[in-house]
């Protein structure tokens, strides 16, 4: 027979107390079989190796496994350290923890009114997301609520320990701090925050995510966003593309894009056409800039200006990119209220220092990046002779089918995407295809109808509708060998590069 040696005198005092004074507690106790865990002073109640240095599994803990799971750990048994946080068990380290005996274990009155009102407690405290210790929350909820891990939200409130927020009858700090992230992750209403976060009133609501903003400001968005919080050589180490400065300039140390007092003379401003009446301010302050060219009243760019244009998307992608990363921010994504407008500038700062701290920085280099910057430089100038072809004969086309074409090369992915120097075709590609074969019968197999030269059997033809219009129709030429793709072009305004 074991006794039960894990007394509570706090809750002990609360539930005599509340018995009638003239009303003895029973003496008598009831016997229970209960799944004990290991209990040792040198064994791990989770993992069960001998370790030397220990942590005393907290009441609370103990408390919870035996609720949730019928396993019982006895007063005092230790874990190692590493499976503790904050002086609490790891969640996932909790559930990991199995009875080694099952014994049987003697309860008093006294004891079982402890329990009782332990189970109350539990209860009573359950919400339907918590964030607080043990932060049995998983994973998948997690990320799904505030956009960022459990790891990287124990880190966050860290920073925020020292801020003003505090404890209050509605919430704690780490629910504060959940709440807020939610708000921005999901773009939700108050009133439904009041609902999920189990809160009195949305004026509740309003006050935390005003405390929480701030506290955010203060403690945290200096640490991850701004000129002063990383220097220029960090940004040339991590932030910068090795494609990007091959491509735009012969100095290994310069940044693409940079602003303040980082500013070295002749640094390059990558921009979009938007910027076509700052491009003059930003050469006379000593800064390169490069913009794709304008058509001008024509059909269709020349090949050199389309080979450049291709040299500047190809960088500027990046800022892409950062508006969907942004918009991984449900609140950022969707029309905002006029009563919330004052406080765009803040959520956004908060979501930009949320992005720079837990998300992998969108620059990385891929194993190829080499080979697609030289074919990039080699072909910059060089005129598209298809085009030119096209221009000088008259060619006769015949419609035939793409199961016909037993000459045409097959390409490995890497092959591809040093064609399209990228992969934002290739992802377009799929669609593009399949808009192709919708108007076919769907009583029959798809068919993707082309042409070839009736001249020139390594020539063909494929009509595409363009992206943006359902009234443009283009052709795409394509000239190839049994080993490679030699050469192509298209009749858009950007079709006749040579550089994807």
């Given at each position: 027979?074991?006794?039960?040696?894990?007394?509570?005198?706090?809750?002990?005092?609360?539930?005599?107390?509340?018995?009638?004074?003239?009303?003895?507690?029973?003496?008598?106790?009831?016997?229970?079989?209960?799944?004990?865990?290991?209990?040792?002073?040198?064994?791990?109640?989770?993992?069960?190796?001998?370790?030397?240095?220990?942590?005393?599994?907290?009441?609370?803990?103990?408390?919870?496994?035996?609720?949730?799971?019928?396993?019982?750990?006895?007063?005092?048994?230790?874990?190692?350290?590493?499976?503790?946080?904050?002086?609490?068990?790891?969640?996932?380290?909790?559930?990991?923890?199995?009875?080694?005996?099952?014994?049987?274990?003697?309860?008093?009155a006294t004891d079982i009114l402890t329990w009782l009102g332990k189970f109350r407690n539990h209860y009573n405290s359950i919400r339907y997301f918590d964030f607080d210790p043990p932060f049995s929350m998983s994973e998948s909820d997690c990320y799904n609520l505030t956009g960022i891990s459990k790891a990287n939200f124990d880190h966050l409130v860290k920073l925020l320990a020292d801020s003003n927020i505090k404890n209050s009858s509605n919430r704690s700090?780490?629910?504060?701090?959940?709440?807020?992230?939610?708000?921005?992750?999901?773009?939700?209403?108050?009133?439904?925050?009041?609902?999920?976060?189990?809160?009195?009133?949305?004026?509740?609501?309003?006050?935390?995510?005003?405390?929480?903003?701030?506290?955010?400001?203060?403690?945290?968005?200096?640490?991850?966003?701004?000129?002063?919080?990383?220097?220029?050589?960090?940004?040339?180490?991590?932030?910068?593309?090795?494609?990007?400065?091959?491509?735009?300039?012969?100095?290994?140390?310069?940044?693409?894009?940079?602003?303040?007092?980082?500013?070295?003379?002749?640094?390059?401003?990558?921009?979009?056409?938007?910027?076509?009446?700052?491009?003059?301010?930003?050469?006379?302050?000593?800064?390169?800039?490069?913009?794709?060219?304008?058509?001008?009243?024509?059909?269709?760019?020349?090949?050199?200006?389309?080979?450049?244009?291709?040299?500047?998307?190809?960088?500027?992608?990046?800022?892409?990119?950062?508006?969907?990363?942004?918009?991984?921010?449900?609140?950022?994504?969707?029309?905002?209220?006029?009563?919330?407008?004052?406080?765009?500038?803040?959520?956004?700062?908060?979501?930009?220092?949320?992005?720079?701290?837990?998300?992998?920085?969108?620059?990385?280099?891929?194993?190829?990046?080499?080979?697609?910057?030289?074919?990039?430089?080699?072909?910059?100038?060089?005129?598209?002779?298809?085009?030119?072809?096209?221009?000088?004969?008259?060619?006769?086309?015949?419609?035939?089918?793409?199961?016909?074409?037993?000459?045409?090369?097959?390409?490995?992915?890497?092959?591809?995407?040093?064609?399209?120097?990228?992969?934002?075709?290739?992802?377009?590609?799929?669609?593009?295809?399949?808009?192709?074969?919708?108007?076919?019968?769907?009583?029959?197999?798809?068919?993707?109808?082309?042409?070839?030269?009736?001249?020139?059997?390594?020539?063909?033809?494929?009509?595409?509708?363009?992206?943006?219009?359902?009234?443009?129709?283009?052709?795409?030429?394509?000239?190839?060998?049994?080993?490679?793709?030699?050469?192509?072009?298209?009749?858009?305004?950007?079709?006749?590069?040579?550089?994807?």
């Open positions: 027979m074991m006794g039960i040696d894990d007394k509570d005198d706090d809750g002990n005092n609360e539930y005599v107390t509340a018995a009638p004074s003239n009303d003895p507690i029973d003496t008598n106790v009831v016997t229970l079989p209960l799944n004990i865990s290991v209990s040792s002073h040198h064994h791990c109640v989770v993992c069960r190796e001998n370790v030397n240095s220990t942590c005393t599994v907290s009441d609370e803990d103990r408390d919870l496994l035996f609720m949730q799971s019928n396993i019982f750990i006895p007063k005092g048994s230790r874990c190692c350290p590493d499976h503790v946080v904050d002086g609490r068990l790891i969640n996932d380290n909790l559930n990991k923890i199995r009875p080694r005996d099952i014994m049987q274990t003697s309860f008093s700090f780490r629910n504060a701090v959940g709440l807020f992230l939610t708000k921005p992750r999901l773009g939700i209403s108050n009133k439904v925050l009041t609902t999920i976060f189990q809160f009195s009133n949305s004026q509740a609501v309003s006050r935390t995510l005003a405390a929480v903003r701030q506290a955010m400001l203060t403690h945290f968005v200096p640490h991850y966003l701004g000129f002063n919080h990383i220097s220029r050589q960090e940004v040339i180490d991590n932030h910068s593309s090795p494609l990007a400065t091959q491509l735009l300039t012969d100095k290994p140390n310069t940044v693409v894009l940079v602003i303040d007092d980082w500013i070295a003379e002749h640094d390059l401003a990558v921009v979009d056409r938007g910027f076509r009446d700052s491009t003059g301010m930003m050469r006379a302050l000593g800064l390169d800039a490069c913009m794709p060219d304008f058509l001008n009243g024509r059909h269709r760019f020349d090949a050199l200006e389309a080979n450049r244009s291709r040299f500047i998307s190809k960088i500027r992608w990046v800022v892409e990119s950062a508006n969907g990363r942004v918009k991984h921010f449900k609140w950022l994504d969707q029309t905002i209220q006029n009563t919330t407008i004052p406080q765009i500038r803040d959520y956004l700062q908060i979501a930009c220092a949320l992005v720079n701290a837990y998300r992998a920085s969108a620059i990385s280099s891929f194993s190829n990046y080499d080979q697609i910057a030289t074919k990039l430089l080699a072909h910059l100038h060089e005129p598209n002779l298809l085009r030119t072809r096209l221009n000088n004969e008259v060619l006769r086309w015949s419609n035939d089918d793409a199961s016909n074409l037993v000459g045409f090369p097959i390409l490995t992915i890497d092959q591809i995407r040093l064609i399209t120097v990228g992969i934002f075709q290739l992802k377009q590609a799929r669609a593009y295809s399949e808009e192709h074969c919708s108007a076919t019968d769907l009583n029959n197999q798809a068919d993707f109808p082309l042409q070839i030269c009736n001249t020139d059997g390594q020539l063909i033809r494929i009509r595409f509708q363009s992206r943006h219009s359902n009234a443009k129709l283009y052709y795409t030429y394509i000239q190839f060998s049994t080993e490679e793709i030699l050469n192509s072009c298209c009749d858009y305004p950007i079709g006749d590069r040579q550089v994807g």
